[in-house]
T-cell receptor, first 114, second 116 residues
């Protein structure tokens, strides 16, 4: 049973481009959490989604960032018009129900903005 | 508001030494959960332990042990007889409960370097 999958593992974008990060939860999991790890910092919560619903986006920057988790397919974290400050590692975690997402994180996507 | 403080930014030890990583937390809730994660140089996040606020019993798992002290709001992590493979960033985290939508609040991490 594959764990949480994230792709790409590494993504390089130039300033002003768009970045799309994908998270495929474990089979049977319908809850996804996204976290961001800025250089030399701990992870910070961004958004919590269930299938087709955003439940909590209190950690999302107000502009340029959006997330979705469609009925079919992976969850997508989208960053428009990237800036150098967006360079970070983005992790997602999934769970079968609302609580226990702490146990298994994906390997992360490392975004570098040139 | 929840907060996790890992005051030690970086620790260096020589192999076989014991090392303790400190974690102090703040929360207003009486029900909460504490976690430790390891992030090796490869970058993935590895779950190590979860402890709930009602269980103050210390835990030992091989060379790892955890000391939970509610009176001082601390949840410290000790590695006995450290090894080079223990070199990583270690994060302490807090969640007020594991109910609907509760997120993890992470400390800034402690870099552990174990030298041979």
């Amino acid at each position: 049973n594959a764990g949480v999958m994230q792709n790409p593992r590494h993504l390089v974008r130039r300033r002003g481009q768009e970045a799309r990060l994908r998270c495929s939860p474990m089979k049977g999991h319908s809850h996804v959490y996204w976290y961001r790890q800025l250089p030399e910092e701990g992870l910070k919560f961004m958004v919590y989604l269930q299938k087709e619903n955003i439940i909590d986006e209190s950690g999302m920057p107000k502009e340029r960032f959006s997330a979705e988790f469609p009925k079919e397919g992976p969850s997508i974290l989208r960053i428009q018009q990237v800036v150098r400050g967006d360079s970070a590692a983005y992790f997602c975690a999934s769970s079968r129900d609302s609580g226990a997402h702490f146990r298994l994180f994906g390997p992360g996507t490392r975004l570098t903005v040139l | 508001a929840q907060k996790v403080t890992q005051a030690q930014t970086e620790i260096s030890v020589v192999e076989k030494e014991d090392v303790t990583l400190d974690c102090v937390y703040e929360t207003r809730d009486t029900t909460y959960y504490l976690f430790w994660y390891k992030q090796p140089p490869s970058g993935e996040l590895v779950f190590l332990i979860r402890r709930n606020s009602f269980d103050e019993q210390n835990e030992i798992s091989g060379r790892y042990s955890w000391n939970f002290q509610k009176s001082t709001s601390s949840f410290n992590f000790t590695i006995t007889a450290s090894q080079v493979v223990d070199s990583a960033v270690y994060f302490c985290a807090l969640s007020e409960n594991l109910e609907y939508g509760n997120k993890l609040v992470f400390g800034a991490g402690t870099i552990l370097r174990v030298k041979s």
